[in-house]
C-alpha cells in the first residue's frame, strides 16, 4: 500500500519551461490536494479537487492548472515557469467519512532557474 | 478565507522541558482544526485532531473558542521531538489551510 506517490522528486527547469507533476493515490480518497511549502510562508494550497472531473481554486492559484484524470491521479502543470514557483510541492488526499485526515506524499522539490 | 497563524518559527527548549506551541485560527462556528508533523525526511503527517480529544506521543492541543486558539502542548520535550509542526484548519468547502510552521529544537 504505497498510500500517496509523487513523481519526480526533484526537477530543474529554466524559466518558461512547462512541466507537470504527477500524483496518485491508492487509497479510493475522493478528495485530493496540491500544496506548496516555501520557508516561513508555511503550507499553502495551490489547487484542490473534491472528485473526480471537480477542481477548484486555493489560496495561490496562479500559474498553475490541475487535472483530475480519475479518482486516482491528480496532477500539477506548470505552463510557463518562473523563478517564484521554486518551491516544495506536495500532494496529498483526503480521508472521507467525518475523518478528514489528509495522508501526504513525499513531495516534489521544484527549481526554476 | 480562513487564516492560521503560527506566531513562533522556531522554539528551542532543553529535554525535560515543558512546550507550547501556539496556533490561532480565524473564527469559525465549528471549527475543526489539527497539529501536523513533519521530521526530518519524513513525510508531513497528522499528529493529533481536536475532534479525538487525544493525547499522541505526550502532546495534547485544546481548543479555546473565546480566545480562537489551539495550542500543542507537551510537559516534557524529548529530543526525538524536534521537527516542524503545522496547525491547520478545515474550511468551507473541505479546504485545509495550514500556518506558517513552527520549528521545534529540543536541546540534550
Known amino acids: 500500500n504505497a498510500g500517496v506517490t509523487q513523481t519526480p522528486k526533484f526537477q530543474v527547469l529554466k524559466t518558461g519551461q512547462s512541466m507537470t507533476l504527477q500524483c496518485a493515490q491508492d487509497?479510493?480518497?475522493?478528495?485530493m490536494y496540491w500544496y506548496r511549502q516555501d520557508p516561513g510562508m508555511g503550507l499553502r494550497l495551490i489547487y484542490y479537487?473534491?472528485?473526480?472531473?471537480?477542481?477548484d481554486k486555493g489560496e495561490v492559484p496562479n500559474g498553475y492548472n490541475v487535472s483530475r484524470l480519475n479518482k486516482r491521479e491528480f496532477s500539477l502543470r506548470l505552463e510557463s515557469a518562473a523563478p517564484s514557483q521554486t518551491s516544495v510541492y506536495f500532494c496529498?488526499?483526503?480521508?472521507?467519512?467525518?475523518?478528514?485526515?489528509?495522508?501526504f506524499g513525499a513531495g516534489s522539490r521544484l527549481t526554476v532557474l | 478565507a480562513q487564516r492560521v497563524t503560527q506566531p513562533e518559527k522556531l522554539l528551542s527548549v532543553f529535554k525535560g522541558a515543558p512546550v507550547e506551541l501556539k496556533c490561532n485560527y480565524s473564527y469559525s462556528g465549528s471549527p475543526e482544526l489539527f497539529w501536523y508533523v513533519q521530521y526530518s525526511r519524513q513525510r508531513l503527517q497528522l499528529l493529533l485532531r481536536?475532534?479525538s480529544r487525544e493525547s499522541i506521543k505526550g502532546f495534547t492541543a485544546d481548543l479555546n473558542k473565546g480566545e480562537t486558539s489551539f495550542h500543542l502542548k507537551k510537559p516534557f520535550a524529548q529530543e526525538e521531538d524536534s521537527a516542524m509542526y503545522y496547525c491547520?484548519?478545515?474550511?468551507?468547502?473541505?479546504?485545509?489551510?495550514f500556518g506558517s510552521g513552527t520549528k521545534l529544537n529540543v536541546k540534550p
Open positions: 496529498a488526499s483526503r480521508t472521507g467519512a467525518g475523518a478528514n485526515v489528509l495522508t
Open positions: 481536536h475532534i
Open positions: 487509497m479510493n480518497h475522493n478528495s
Open positions: 491547520a484548519q478545515r474550511g468551507n468547502f473541505n479546504k485545509f489551510y
Open positions: 479537487s473534491a472528485s473526480e472531473g471537480t477542481t
